[in-house]
Nanobody, 124 residues
Framework: QVQLVESGGGSVQAGGSLRLSCAAS????????MDWFRQAPGKEREFVAH??????VYADSVKGRFTISTDKDKNTVSLQMNSLQPEDTAVYYC???????????????????WGQGTQVTVSS
């Protein structure tokens, strides 16, 4: 069993930055990949960023603004979010994957474990 606990959410004005962290316990990180997803009110949960042994993948909407990274010594995965916009407002979830298809953005069906989520609110 893996437990994922997010932190670092909050409120920021457009153009600002936030850094989210996810601490994993129970076992080491998924070797398939660790991801961030987000869910805005009234919308489906969507992929944001992915990291595994082969590198990183980002949703088109966050490319160039968000950066995913891991600290294996601390068993954490982080998401640095810059140039935030109101449309980035959502609950952000850390996720450990059970499978990953190279060349395709991960979907919710690929997730084995979810964190509880952390709210990010960007005001204009």
């Amino acid at each position: 069993q893996v437990q994922l606990v997010e932190s670092g959410g909050g409120s920021v004005q457009a153009g600002g930055s936030l850094r989210l962290s996810c601490a994993a316990s129970g076992r080491t990180f998924s070797t398939v990949g660790m991801d961030w997803f987000r869910q805005a009110p009234g919308k489906e949960r969507e992929f944001v960023a992915h990291i595994n042994w082969s590198g990183t993948v980002y949703a088109d909407s966050v490319k160039g603004r968000f950066t995913i990274s891991t600290d294996k010594d601390k068993n954490t995965v982080s998401l640095q979010m810059n140039s935030l916009q109101p449309e980035d407002t959502a609950v952000y979830y850390c996720a450990a994957l059970k499978f990953w298809v190279p060349g395709q953005d991960p979907t919710v069906e690929a997730v084995e474990y979810w964190g509880q989520g952390t709210q990010v609110t960007v005001s204009s």
